[in-house]
C-alpha cells in the first residue's frame, strides 16, 4: 500500500522558517493537501492541490510537490502556527493516505 | 456555510454494534464525496473511506475494508460509519469530512469520540 513519510518533529525559533517535507513514491504526479491540527481540534486545511491555500489561510504557509517530495513551508514562523501537521495524497488508484504527522514547535 | 455536525460520544462495550452519523448542510450534499477518518489516542490520522451520496459509489482504505461499513442517505442528508462487532481497538475519535475538487478534505466535522470498553 502507499506510504507517505513525514519528519515526527520540527523545530523553529519564532520568526523564521519552518519547512516540513512529506515524502512517497512519485508523489508528484498526485495531489498533495496539508492539514494544520492544534490541541483538541479538528484539523484544518492549510494547503490543498499542493500549493494552493484557502481562504483565509495566511500567506506565510506555502506549499510544492517535485519527484517525491512535498514541503510545506511555514515563513515567519508565529507562536500560533505550533501544531501537528499532516500530509495527504490522493488519486484514483491509492485513494486517501494521510503522512504519520509532524510536531511543529516554536521556541 | 458549509457545516458536518456529527452524533454525540458512545460508549460501548466489546462485541456491540454501532453506527454514527455525520449531517451536511450549507451545500448540495449529494455531490460531494463525504467520508471518515480515525484519530486514535495521540495517533495520526487515518483515512478510512468516502461514500458519493448521489449514487453510494464507496471507496473504502485496504486497512478498513470489512471492517466498517459506510452508507449515506441523502434525503436526510446524512452519512453513517457502522459497526457489528465493536472492539476496544476501536476506540478513537471518528471525524466526519467532506472531499474537495483536488482530493482534499475541505470541511472537518467536530468529530466523536468512541469508547469502547467493558
Known amino acids: 500500500s502507499y506510504e507517505l513519510t513525514q519528519p515526527p518533529s520540527v523545530s523553529v525559533s519564532p520568526g523564521q522558517t519552518a519547512s516540513i517535507t512529506c515524502s512517497g513514491d512519485k508523489l508528484s504526479d498526485k495531489y498533495t493537501s496539508w492539514y494544520q491540527q492544534k490541541p483538541g481540534q479538528s484539523p484544518v486545511v492549510v494547503i490543498y492541490?499542493?500549493?494552493r491555500r484557502p481562504s483565509g489561510i495566511p500567506e506565510r504557509f506555502s506549499g510544492s510537490n517535485s519527484g517525491n517530495t512535498a514541503t510545506l513551508t511555514i515563513s515567519g514562523t508565529q507562536a500560533m502556527d505550533e501544531a501537528d501537521y499532516y500530509c495527504?495524497?490522493?488519486?484514483?488508484?491509492?485513494?486517501?493516505?494521510f503522512g504519520g504527522g509532524t510536531k511543529l514547535t516554536v521556541l | 456555510e458549509v457545516k458536518l455536525v456529527q452524533s454525540g460520544a458512545e460508549v460501548k462495550k466489546p462485541g456491540e454494534s454501532l453506527k454514527i452519523s455525520c449531517k451536511g448542510s450549507?451545500?448540495?450534499?449529494?455531490?460531494?464525496?463525504i467520508g471518515w477518518v480515525r484519530q486514535m489516542p495521540g495517533k495520526g490520522l487515518e483515512w478510512m473511506g468516502l461514500i458519493y451520496p448521489g449514487d453510494s459509489d464507496t471507496k473504502y482504505s485496504p486497512s478498513f475494508q470489512g471492517q466498517v461499513t459506510i452508507s449515506a442517505d441523502k434525503s436526510s442528508n446524512s452519512a453513517y460509519l457502522e459497526w457489528s462487532v465493536l472492539k476496544a481497538s476501536d476506540t478513537a475519535i471518528y471525524y466526519c469530512?467532506?472531499?474537495?475538487?483536488?482530493?482534499?478534505?475541505?470541511?472537518w466535522g467536530p468529530g466523536t469520540l468512541v469508547t469502547v470498553s467493558s
Open positions: 469530512v467532506r472531499q474537495g475538487s483536488y482530493g482534499d478534505f475541505d470541511y
Open positions: 495527504q495524497s490522493w488519486d484514483s488508484s491509492t485513494a486517501g493516505v
Open positions: 492541490q499542493d500549493n
Open positions: 450549507g451545500y448540495s450534499f449529494p455531490n460531494y464525496w
